[in-house]
């Protein structure tokens, strides 16, 4: 499951603003530069109390009863929000004989139990179905339980974490189709175990079924489910019954329904049927959306050597989803930030997640981790694969940048609190999703593969596959199966990395001894005392004054390293681990230099030296920006527009830069810098393919042209695209427009969780301008958004961004006394709600 991170901090630290909120001045509001919000694993960050009782030991679940099919047939209450079910439940002692068994349903109407047509004993709690059998069940004997029942997913108040924050299991989304721009949706959420607010099951990791689920919906609305549609019956009262079959077991966490009025796109992958499900906007961008699916299955399936080991692939975009995405067994389903049109993916893409997501269909629902502890074995695989596919559909300095990103994701967190990989003392099932199973799994899975090499590690896989696949494994399955391919005791890695908390932080010196001529090189470990000493195999370079270079093998592994190498003058530069394959955090300086920049072995160590562009007085500052201008990573290119587009070499080339640049990142940073911009350079910017690009250009028009930058503004405020609409409402409050209410209503539902800050924030500059009764009205519609559940959380987090701007600049002075009281009520009323929600998130 992929997560999305945002810093709520940020949103803390404006209720103070809000609270104390008693007048606002009337300073015309500018457009404000939004905080970069960046899509990645969601950091959970929960301090360690200063005296902890001890934990207790998560262990996985038992498992007296093995749970075979699941048949379900489903109609939907959408009133009251509630889903009739009929359940079939095939099951058979795992072992023992048994005369009971019991079943997670949560929230549940339990109308009837029976068996062969007799009811049964039962007991109920709002949480287990306890079940009595009339005879005791042995071993080998199958057994059919049927329970006719009703689930109320929305009674009482949801639970949650950062990571998925909400546990209803099962959505209604619009159930009373009365907001105009949002669609009518259902769609559920399984992990981690909420698939038992719907059905009646063993809702733990380590069971799986098959399944066969029934769903009566109106003929209208497409319905979706793992594996194969088997059948479509309509009936004469408009609605129709779609019949779902999954014929290969997976976990009930995994089990998943999406409904609505969707458009269905259709590929083909060798023999496996693919779909893509997107809203009907944005059907022509729907493989585009989904782009490299089937290149993906190819290059997963080819460097597993293991085939997609199921039916079928869907994917589908929900509304006002809980989390990132979720890997459904064949149908993985996503967030609304995934649905985009084709000008806003160019260059800015959605391979990341759909590869993290569809990786899952092998380690995940393939192999399932047998309890959350081990959740790693999951998320870490669904991490790493980013970086495969990255490096190898863009190049090695793609993947070792997201490398370099999931790194500093995951030093972050543990900075406030670490955990062992494979962690049995979590608090929460829900901690486990954090920047450790994701960002240092895929991390530690990269640093386990240098050490065995590319084939062994590919190797390792495949068998770890072919020895669980469509079961449940524990982190010792994973390393057998290393050791078994490579003949390798590998405890000592699994031991330090997966069972042990925290890494290395790695201080260094050296010194020269121009009487010995000898080089020294002291490495110290000096971590938290509560971590390990790690055993680090790594590599140094050493590059003399006189130039050439030494490099040289080496194992960190004790508190104190210390290594001499016989030098003919003292060293330039000393570079440990240059490749940055080790997970370790450096307590020491490297100075940014050219040098640094020349003989990089990784983007990492290029970005680095960079830095020497912030520095306006280094002597090599111009010769380093004319070089790196040139550098073949747009990364590289971009980081020096930004930082010496004021060098007259790098400002001279930027129109030819905004016009010629292949990556648009590039070009959009170009066209930002250019304080003048031929009419001929213009006009093709405005026509890029790129709408990032088309609207870096639409900003110059607003600076520059006010005339034409409200005409483009008119002809683009209808547009699909999240980028040229955040153009659009920039300009309209550049030029304090009256009027637009309706545009930002109406295009505030585009955004996703990260352009929805920015928006919200040109929103509020907009409303600055607005009269009194507008701007009351509005934030009357926020006050009711930011205490619903229908809303989606960043939603609720864009609001309350916007509140600090309009606390500072809302003109209430020139309000009537009516006006100015209800607009500063509304404004503390929605700070106190949003404390509020903090608090509980």
């Not at 009930?252 to 060798?270: C, K, N, S, V």
């Not at 971590?531 to 006189?546: C, D, G, K, L, M």
């Not at 409402?729 to 352009?755: C, T």
């Amino acid at each position: 499951m992929s997560r999305l991170s945002i810093i709520a901090t940020n949103c803390l630290s404006l209720l103070t603003v809000l609270l104390l909120f008693t007048q606002c001045n009337t300073q015309k509001v500018a457009v404000v530069e939004p905080t970069e919000i960046r899509i990645t694993d969601t950091v959970y960050i929960k301090p360690e109390p200063e005296e902890a009782a001890p934990k207790p030991y998560r262990a996985t679940a038992d498992r007296p009863v093995d749970l075979i099919h699941t048949d379900l047939s489903l109609t939907f209450n959408y009133a009251d929000k509630e889903v009739n079910g009929k359940a079939k439940l095939t099951c058979t002692p795992t072992f023992y004989p048994i005369d009971n068994m019991s079943l997670d349903a949560k929230n549940f109407s339990i109308k009837e139990v029976t068996m062969k047509g007799r009811p049964l004993k039962f007991t109920y709690d709002d949480k287990k179905l306890y079940i009595e059998f009339e005879n005791s069940i042995e071993r080998g004997e199958n057994f059919d339980v049927y329970i006719n029942y009703t689930a109320h997913p929305y009674k009482g108040k949801a639970g949650g974490s950062a990571a998925i924050m909400s546990d209803r299991g099962l959505y209604f989304i619009d159930a009373d189709e009365s907001d105009p721009y949002k669609p009518t949706q259902i769609w559920t959420q399984g992990e981690t175990e909420s698939s038992s607010k719907w059905f009646p099951t063993i809702d733990k990791p380590n069971e799986r079924c098959t399944q066969k689920i029934r769903v009566r919906v109106k003929d209208e609305y497409e319905t979706l489910s793992n594996g194969l549609l088997t059948n479509s019956k309509k009936h004469d009262d408009g609605t129709r019954t779609d019949t779902w079959e999954m014929t290969k077991p997976h976990a009930p966490y995994l089990f998943m329904l999406a409904i609505g009025d969707f458009h269905r796109a259709t590929d083909q992958w060798e023999d496996i049927p693919l779909e893509y499900m997107v809203e009907h906007d944005y059907a022509p961008d729907a493989k585009a959306i989904f782009n490299y699916t089937p290149e993906m299955l190819s290059y997963f399936s080819n460097i597993l050597d293991y085939k997609y080991p199921w039916d079928k692939y869907s994917q589908v975009i929900a509304r006002d989803y809980i989390s990132g995405a979720m890997e459904n067994t064949t149908a993985s389903l996503y967030g609304q930030f995934l649905q985009r049109p084709m000008g806003d993916l160019i260059d800015n893409g959605n391979d990341k997640i759909v590869a993290h997501e569809l990786f899952h269909h092998w380690f995940g629902d393939l192999v399932t981790c047998e309890s959350w502890s081990n959740l790693t074995l999951n998320e870490g695989f669904a991490n790493y694969s980013e970086y495969l596919w990255l490096a190898y559909k863009y190049g090695r300095d793609e993947g070792e940048l997201h490398r370099f990103n999931e790194t500093q994701g995951y030093l972050a967190s543990a900075a406030q609190y670490a955990h062992p990989l494979i962690d049995f003392h979590y608090d929460n099932k829900e901690d486990m999703f954090d920047a450790h199973s994701y960002n240092k799994g895929g991390l530690v899975l990269h640093m386990l593969r240098e050490i065995v090499g590319d084939e062994a590690f590919f190797t390792a896989l495949n068998h770890y596959l072919n020895e669980k696949d469509f079961e449940a494994a524990e982190v010792h399955d994973l390393r057998l199966s290393f050791e078994e391919v490579t003949g390798l005791d590998l405890n000592w890695f699994f031991n330090q990395w997966f069972l042990e908390p925290g890494h290395p932080v790695i201080e260094m010196d050296h010194t020269y001894n121009p009487e010995t001529g000898y080089l020294t090189v002291n490495v110290r470990q000096i971590q938290n005392k509560d971590w390990p000493i790690f055993r680090i195999p790594t590599e140094i370079e050493i590059y003399p004054v006189s130039g050439g270079k030494i490099k040289r093998k080496i194992i960190l592994d004790k508190k104190e390293n210390t290594f001499n190498f016989e030098l003919k003058d003292k060293a330039a530069l000393v570079v440990l681990d240059p490749k940055n394959i080790q997970l370790f955090e450096r307590q020491y300086e490297q100075k940014p230099s050219l040098l640094a920049y020349e003989k990089a072995s990784s983007v990492w160590n290029k970005l680095a030296a960079l830095e020497l562009l912030d520095d306006e007085k280094h002597e090599d500052r111009a010769f380093l920006a004319k070089k790196a201008i040139d550098d073949s990573f747009y990364a590289v290119r971009l980081r020096t527009i930004q930082s010496a587009s004021n060098i007259p070499e790098i400002a001279n080339r930027l129109a030819e830069i905004a016009e010629k640049d292949p990556n648009a990142n590039v070009r959009v940073a170009a066209v930002d810098q250019l304080e003048t911009m031929p009419e001929a350079l213009l006009v093709k910017a405005l026509n890029d393919k790129s709408n990032r690009v088309r609207a870096a250009a639409a900003m110059y028009l607003m600076e520059n042209d006010k005339e034409r930058a409200l005409k483009w503004a008119d002809e683009h405020n209808t547009s699909t695209s999240q980028s040229l609409l955040q153009a659009v409402g920039d300009i309209y409050v550049d030029q304090e427009l009256k009027g637009k209410s309706d545009f930002f209503e109406r295009s505030a539902d585009r955004m996703s969780f990260d352009s929805a800050f920015p928006f919200y924030i040109s929103w509020a500059g907009y409303l600055v301008n607005e009269d009194a009764a507008a701007v009351a009205l509005q934030l009357e519609k926020w006050n009711a958004q930011i205490s619903s559940e229908e809303t989606g959380i960043y939603k609720k987090y864009a609001i309350l961004t916007a509140l600090q701007p309009l606390a500072q600049f809302l003109p209430v002075d020139s309000y009537g006394e009516e006006d100015k009281t209800k607009i500063q009520g509304l404004i503390q009323q929605i700070g106190m709600k949003a404390a509020m929600l903090f608090q509980g998130s």
